[in-house]
């Protein structure tokens, strides 16, 4: 089944420890979004790619970087975690002219 | 990115009863309209989606869209256990293929 994978799905890392999540799909979707979601809140778009353009969110912070090295994976990196980056990161996809996204499962991240 | 406001619940409905869960958007140039079901500690997953004003069916679900109003609501009949979830209304902002996302509103379905 196509679909959009995440790995790991949990991750602890210690506070300033670099930390990479990855997302790869087989969906053939040219956009792929990374987005922040903390507990009972919307989950927040932090950037997108649309196939190699890159584009970041205003009020996304330095800290996090994205790599997308071809159309199925992409990389979420921080730089540096604060307690505050601790939250689930989902992956999403989609195929313009469809606006719909698929997510996929998330990677929960835990900072110590 | 653009307000889309839901009520956060929790929302109460004994199985079998029709859940009504609400959203309102700021932008009135937004065009499409998504729900997504979250379970606890999952990501969220496409339920159905409105484009045109009016109501869309989908088994058990009903989207119901009026832009005048800003508003679009989905409709869950005869609720069961397995629909208790947060349920997410997320709206397209224009042609840049970004959503904006409510908080969601929690339902709980009593057995």
């Known amino acids: 089944d196509a679909m959009v994978i995440q790995n790991p799905r949990y991750q602890v890392t210690q506070f300033g420890k670099p930390v990479t999540l990855s997302c790869s799909q087989t969906?053939?979707?040219?956009?792929m979004y990374w987005y922040q979601q903390k507990s009972s809140q919307a989950p927040k778009l932090l950037f997108h790619?649309?196939?190699?353009?890159?584009?970041n969110e205003a009020d996304t912070p330095d800290n996090f970087q994205s790599r997308r090295p071809n159309t199925s994976f992409c990389f979420l990196d921080i730089r540096s975690p604060g307690l505050g980056d601790a939250a689930m990161y989902l992956c999403?996809?989609?195929?313009?002219?469809?606006?719909?996204?698929?997510f996929g499962p998330g990677t929960r991240l835990l900072v110590l | 990115q653009k307000e889309v406001e839901q009520n956060s619940g929790p929302l109460s409905v004994p199985e079998g009863a029709i859940a009504s869960l609400n959203c309102t958007y700021s932008?009135?140039?937004?065009?499409?309209f998504f729900w997504y079901r979250q379970y606890s500690g999952k990501s969220p997953e496409l339920i159905m989606f409105?484009?045109?004003?009016g109501d869309k069916e989908d088994g058990r679900f009903t989207a119901q869209l009026n832009k005048a109003s800003q508003y679009v609501s989905l409709l869950i009949r005869d609720s069961q256990p397995s629909d208790s979830a947060t349920y997410l209304c997320?709206?397209?902002?224009?042609?840049?293929?970004?959503?904006?996302f409510g908080a969601g509103t929690t339902v709980t379905v009593r057995a």
């Open positions: 409105i484009y045109s004003n």
């Open positions: 932008d009135r140039g937004s065009q499409s």
């Open positions: 969906l053939n979707h040219n956009v």
């Open positions: 997320a709206v397209n902002e224009g042609n840049d293929y970004k959503l904006s």
């Open positions: 790619y649309y196939d190699k353009d890159f584009n």
């Open positions: 999403a996809t989609s195929r313009p002219p469809e606006e719909t996204q698929y």
